[in-house]
């Protein structure tokens, strides 16, 4: 049995520690992670990324629906296996933040932005294959990925195309086509009929 779960939103707010660390603690079997995030707290993504990576129930199956960025991809890091729709934007970065104060209390800001950095990069280096010193440039230089980019960087698994050859019950699944009017019907039909040449595959 698969368990599917959710993770959308801002990490440390939609997607929180906590509510991972629950749903895992009760969790048996395969797990298949859905992530649409734009990031959110560094530290937050590493508790969910060491649930993630420890969970010794089953198989755990990443896929990035949409964008998984910043604090996110370390996030997405912890699944067994990840796959990307073919549409979804991956990016990583160093990490930022907010400071007030003295010299003294911006130095110890720096410092620990210094420390999430020098973590992050331990985690991509590792999945990735590359050098921490490749992966710190990488990280400085901020770049948005597509599924294919980061495929071959390392970050992802493959890459999940989905439109088109399905057939219309299946594009459409959820809908019932019998009660449609017939210029919708003829309309899906076409808009299926445009990819015919491509498959959903996994590359």
């Not at 368990?3 to 997607?15: Q, S």
């Not at 296996?81 to 720096?110: F, Q």
């Not at 495929?151 to 890459?159: A, C, M, P």
Request: proline share 1%; hydrophobic share 40%; with cysteine.
């Amino acid at each position: 049995m698969t368990t599917t779960i959710n993770l959308y939103g801002g990490v440390g707010w939609d997607i929180t520690a906590k509510s991972v660390v629950d749903s895992f603690a009760v969790m048996k079997g395969d797990v298949d992670i859905h992530l649409n995030s734009p990031g959110g707290d560094a530290t937050e993504a590493l508790s969910i990324y060491n649930t993630i990576a420890n969970y010794e129930g089953g198989k755990t199956t990443l896929f990035i629906d949409g964008v998984a960025m910043s604090a996110a991809t370390v996030i997405m890091l912890g699944a067994d296996e990840v796959i990307a729709h073919e549409s979804a934007i991956i990016m990583i970065h160093e990490a930022s933040t907010l400071a007030w104060g003295r010299k003294t209390d911006l130095d110890k800001t720096s410092q620990a932005v210094e420390t999430v950095n020098a973590q992050y990069a331990k985690i991509y280096a590792h999945h990735s294959g590359k050098s921490i010193e490749a992966v710190r440039v990488t990280m400085d230089e901020e770049p948005w990925m597509s599924a294919d980019e980061a495929k071959e960087y390392g970050l992802i698994n493959s890459v999940k195309q989905f439109d088109t050859a399905e057939n219309i019950n299946t594009l459409y699944q959820g809908f019932d086509i019998a009660a449609c009017p017939e210029w919708a019907v003829s309309m899906a039909k076409k808009r299926v009929a445009l990819g015919t040449q491509r498959k959903t595959v996994v590359r």
